[in-house]
């Protein structure tokens, strides 16, 4: 079984500042991992996604996030944060079997202030 | 890029009755869709995965004679919420995964379903 943590539930964060966003997983296999992004009364969009290959991974909006094995984690950065930025943040994790099914973390609220 | 589309957006209706809730994936097929539930200020709950042409396959806990769902094709699900009550009433996101993808799912908008 999969599962996911992310470890803020809140990060209130002022404008033009960096922002990180912690996650951690946890698989008895390999496994593919996940950003999404949900503004209010929206549905999820596609931050960015580690599949294999580089542990650097960038995403759209200026985000990127690193896959760590060894710590199984998978944190979300980006180095200078707007307005617009604020949402609610997803990490989810899908096993590499190609079963397709997502397990989500509890999300993160990120608060962007002026 | 791929592209899901929910219909209704909202929707509103008396305790009792049935709501049907679509979901399409307009540019590319879909052999995988699920359907997932959100509470307000919670993460999403997996209802269930939907395969084209076959039965679905719902997770622990969720009534699949309440929760039917149907995927008669390789661009459509359908979840309809049979004898809807006040507590069904949340936001429901589906979501597709295109055949031959790798892990990567597309969400829709979401439906908001009151039920009063």
């Known amino acids: 079984a999969q599962s996911v943590t992310q470890l803020d539930s809140q990060v209130p964060v002022f404008e033009e500042a960096p922002v990180e966003l912690r996650c951690n997983y946890s698989?008895?296999?390999?496994?593919?991992l996940f950003w999404y992004v949900q503004y209010p009364n929206q549905g999820l969009q596609l931050l960015l996604k580690y599949l294999s290959g580089s542990t650097l991974v960038k995403g759209i909006n200026g985000f990127e996030a690193e896959f760590n094995k060894s710590q199984t984690s998978f944190h979300l950065r980006k180095p200078s944060v707007h307005i617009s930025d604020t949402a609610e943040y997803f990490c989810a994790v899908s096993e590499g079997n190609n079963a397709g099914k997502s397990t989500f973390g509890d999300g993160t609220t990120l608060t962007v202030k002026p | 890029g791929a592209v899901v589309s929910q219909h209704p957006s909202r929707v509103i209706c008396k305790s009792g009755t049935s709501v049907k809730i679509e979901c399409r994936s307009l540019d590319f097929q879909a052999t995988t869709m699920f359907w997932y539930r959100q509470f307000p200020k919670q993460s999403l709950m997996l209802m269930a995965t939907?395969?084209?042409?076959?039965?679905?396959?719902?997770e622990q806990g969720v009534e699949k004679d309440k929760f039917l769902i149907n995927h008669a094709s390789l661009t459509l699900s359908t979840l309809t919420v049979t004898s809807a009550h006040p507590e069904d009433s949340s936001f429901y996101i589906c979501?597709?995964?295109?055949?031959?993808?790798?892990?990567?799912?597309?969400f829709g908008p979401g439906t908001r379903l009151l039920v009063l």
């Open positions: 939907s395969n084209e042409g076959s039965k679905a396959t719902y």
């Open positions: 698989s008895s296999v390999s496994v593919y």
């Open positions: 979501s597709a995964r295109s055949t031959g993808g790798v892990g990567t799912q597309y």
